[in-house]
């Protein structure tokens, strides 16, 4: 495979695979109208740090992989698999929680509202993460179709075609998640919040239960 090659499919791979339920089922439930200082949202930053976790863990292992020339066992994927149902179904009730109560912000001073949160992640200067999404990210990356993502650049034909497929979908992935979670914070500008966050509960809730059901049926 050429460099070129391996370019292509990793942006269309990186698109493809931001767009999957549970990925979107988590970024829609990470995705606030307000942040905990009662400040306004940056929801593009949710979306991206959600692909920079989920990339990290995937370029990682699949360069690892590929040195030393195993595979990351199925009974670890399936436990990741089970980490990212629960966490889920945690994300899915906690913003049902929200909507049941109308969190209360106090603009200017003290947040009045309890929302658990990582907060932001710096990384060196003047570049930051969403801490909940990197951090969900980063479990998806182990997860699922992450681990197939895993499995391809663990085959790769070389440390060139590896990193550049890995690039791509690194960049693919960010934008396109930056881009869905941007989308969805105007939505929720327009009035419908309450239904808006309503769906994008009972959505994390139903994923995240199917995921695990899955691994039940794995692991039974």
Not at 42 to 66: D, Q, Y
Not at 163 to 191: I, K, Q, Y
Not at 200 to 215: K, S
């Amino acid at each position: 495979m050429s460099l070129v090659a391996a370019a292509v499919a990793g942006g269309a791979l990186g698109t493809r695979h931001a767009l999957e339920t549970d990925h979107l089922a988590a970024v829609v439930t990470l995705v606030e109208p307000h942040e905990s200082d009662g400040t306004a949202s940056r929801p593009s930053l949710v979306g991206a740090s959600w692909g920079v976790g989920h990339t990290a863990p995937i370029a990682v292992l699949g360069l690892a992989l590929l040195l030393v020339g195993v595979r990351l066992p199925e009974s670890v994927v399936g436990l990741f698999e089970a980490a990212v149902g629960a966490v889920l179904i945690y994300l899915g009730a906690r913003m049902l929680a929200g909507v049941g109560r109308r969190h209360e912000h106090a603009h200017g001073s003290r947040p009045l509202h309890g929302r658990v949160d990582v907060g932001r992640l710096s990384l060196g200067g003047h570049v930051h993460l969403h801490g909940d999404s990197a951090v969900v990210g980063a479990l998806h990356g182990v997860a699922g179709s992450g681990a197939l993502v895993v499995a391809l650049v663990s085959t790769a034909p070389g440390l060139p075609t590896a990193a550049t497929f890995l690039a791509a979908f690194g960049v693919c992935s960010v934008l396109t998640m930056a881009a869905v979670s941007a989308l969805w914070g105007r939505t929720l500008g327009t009035g419908l919040e309450r239904a808006l966050h309503g769906f994008a509960g009972a959505l994390g809730i139903g994923v995240g239960c199917l995921l695990l059901v899955e691994w039940v049926g794995l692991v039974g």
